[in-house]
């Protein structure tokens, strides 16, 4: 009986009505063709070429052959090491987009990078000498020109705010030299930090991008540039399905004074700043790990005597600081000069300031950690070792010939560190200076036990400490409460 219903079963299924059968097994279907919009978008598309030679130097791999013979005498001649050789030219390909019929193309920075001359190829196969612009390293940007007798094709950039993850997107260009080639994808995440520069904010994609896709163009399914195809996580050379776009967003307003100045001008606060921690939160009684506090102002920027050391800056604009690194990129993208809102936590309360951005100029170089020295011998609080981990001493002369700290700093020297404590795990060490607790200043171990005794009074989780070290090097570290 079993065997009769199956067969029945069978035959029910192999009698139906075609149009039935296909309703009944029709499932979901893959995306439309693109065709039409990669053929509309192509021709805007380039092929980049660019190459610079290389000065005879030394320290290069060369392969050697018999001495007297031909193809020594070659080698030597081509050898980057003999000084009497030939130059060798280095050749570096790469993909851009064009944006206006009179030819200024966008690509990235290193695809240009050192060369003494740059080709563009259409994908007619023509191919024109181009003049580099303007480019910027931060956000790894160049803009070209082209002069051609006709207008050219371009493309226009699209809103890459609006862009959505899982919405479809393709990316065109020029992966290993091959030219014109089309890959469909996803945006597969937003605001990645890749750690590439200060102002990181990338479209991460699935769609396929290798070496010499960098500085193509990544379209929406409109046929907008949202990104500019910038870097990937490959594995000899080859795509893993993971690449990096910078934002339409941020890449439009740097383009457009690449295209007008040859430079990229940005805002400037002229503040050092670092991440809001949760202990830090904790030890101020925030709420949360929000914002980007100030670690130091400068005397020539336009915040000094408006911010204070010790602020957190929880919107800029209008615009709400999630985390440290959000900052930099909206005061690099806001017009210099322009009068702006900052809301700060200060003192235990929230309140509003008002000040004029500047141009950022050339980056001033980070000091370099001064390195410690073992600490002398001495004995002092052990109530806050016993609370905090640390051991502190006032700053005479002997101690900062010890630490080499200048003459000018003031606070209190570490000199010993309790192994394991939450201190030692932070990074304290001997040598390093603190100069305030809990936002205000110390200067002897008292002030110091009384902000402490404060803190656990009132059931805070943690102290919050303000360290520099002998170069001036300045941060912000939060310290559990033990016991």
């Known amino acids: 009986m079993r065997m009769l219903a199956a067969v029945a079963a069978v035959l029910a299924l192999s009698l139906c009505e075609p149009a039935l059968c296909r309703q009944a097994w029709a499932g979901p279907s893959g995306p439309q063709s693109v065709a039409a919009?990669?053929?509309?978008?192509?021709?805007?598309v380039v092929n980049i070429s660019s190459s610079h030679r290389l000065n005879n130097g030394a320290g290069q791999p060369f392969p050697r052959a018999p001495k007297g013979t031909t193809l020594d005498q070659d080698l030597g001649r081509l050898n980057p090491n003999n000084p009497d050789g030939d130059p060798i030219e280095a050749e570096s390909l790469g993909s851009g987009f064009i944006i206006s019929a009179d030819g200024l193309v966008v690509t990235n920075e290193h695809v240009i990078d050192g060369a003494d001359t740059v080709s563009v190829y259409m994908t007619d196969g023509t191919r024109y000498t181009a003049k580099v612009v303007g480019s910027d390293t931060q956000m790894d940007l160049a803009v070209l020109r082209i002069s051609a007798p006709k207008s050219l094709p371009f493309v226009d950039f699209g809103d890459s705010d609006t862009a959505q993850v899982g919405d479809w997107v393709m990316a065109i260009g020029n992966p290993f030299g091959l030219g014109g080639t089309v890959t469909l994808g996803i945006v597969s995440a937003r605001n990645r930090d890749i750690m590439a520069g200060p102002y990181d904010s990338y479209i991460q994609t699935?769609?396929?991008?290798?070496?010499?896709?960098?500085?193509?163009?990544?379209?929406?399914?409109n046929g907008k540039v949202i990104g500019i195809n910038t870097a990937i996580i490959a594995q000899g050379g080859a795509s893993l399905g993971i690449g990096f776009a910078v934002p339409s967003d941020m890449a439009k307003p740097v383009v457009e004074q690449l295209a007008q100045y040859g430079e990229a001008r940005r805002g400037w606060l002229g503040v050092g700043i670092q991440d809001v921690t949760d202990d830090i939160a904790a030890s101020l009684?925030?709420?949360?790990?929000?914002?980007?506090?100030?670690?130091?102002?400068?005397?020539?920027?336009?915040?000094y005597g408006i911010l204070k050391d010790g602020d957190i800056i929880l919107t800029f604009d209008g615009k709400p600081i999630g985390k440290m690194r959000d900052l930099p990129r909206l005061v690099a993208e806001a017009p210099i000069g322009k009068?702006?809102?900052?809301?700060?936590?200060?003192?235990?309360?929230?309140?509003?300031?008002?000040?004029?951005?500047?141009?950022?100029?050339?980056?001033?170089a980070a000091p370099k950690p001064a390195?410690?020295?073992?600490?002398?011998?001495?004995?002092?609080?052990?109530?806050?070792?016993?609370?905090?981990?640390?051991?502190?001493?006032p700053l005479d002369a002997a101690r900062r010939k010890t630490y080499d700290l200048p003459g000018d700093l003031?606070?209190?020297?570490?000199?010993?560190?309790k192994a394991g404590s939450?201190?030692?795990?932070?990074?304290?060490?001997?040598?390093?200076?603190?100069?305030?607790?809990?936002?205000?200043?110390?200067?002897?171990?008292?002030d110091v036990q009384a902000a402490v005794g404060q803190a656990t009074e009132a059931k805070k989780p943690a102290v919050l400490f303000k360290l520099v070290d002998g170069s001036g090097q300045d941060r912000f570290i939060a310290v559990r409460i033990s016991g």
């Open 37 to 44: 919009l990669a053929s509309q978008l192509s021709p805007a």
């Open 206 to 221: 699935d769609a396929s991008i290798n070496q010499g896709n960098s500085g193509g163009p990544l379209f929406d399914m």
């Open 285 to 303: 009684g925030r709420p949360d790990s929000h914002g980007a506090m100030v670690t130091d102002v400068s005397r020539s920027g336009p915040a």
């Open 339 to 364: 009068p702006v809102t900052l809301d700060v936590y200060r003192d235990g309360k929230e309140q509003s300031l008002t000040l004029t951005l500047g141009e950022l100029k050339t980056a001033e």
């Open 371 to 393: 390195a410690a020295k073992p600490p002398p011998p001495a004995k002092h609080s052990d109530k806050l070792g016993d609370i905090i981990g640390l051991e502190l001493a």
């Open 410 to 417: 003031t606070g209190l020297v570490i000199t010993s560190v």
């Open 422 to 446: 939450d201190a030692d795990q932070k990074g304290f060490i001997p040598g390093l200076v603190v100069t305030e607790v809990n936002q205000q200043k110390v200067e002897t171990v008292a």
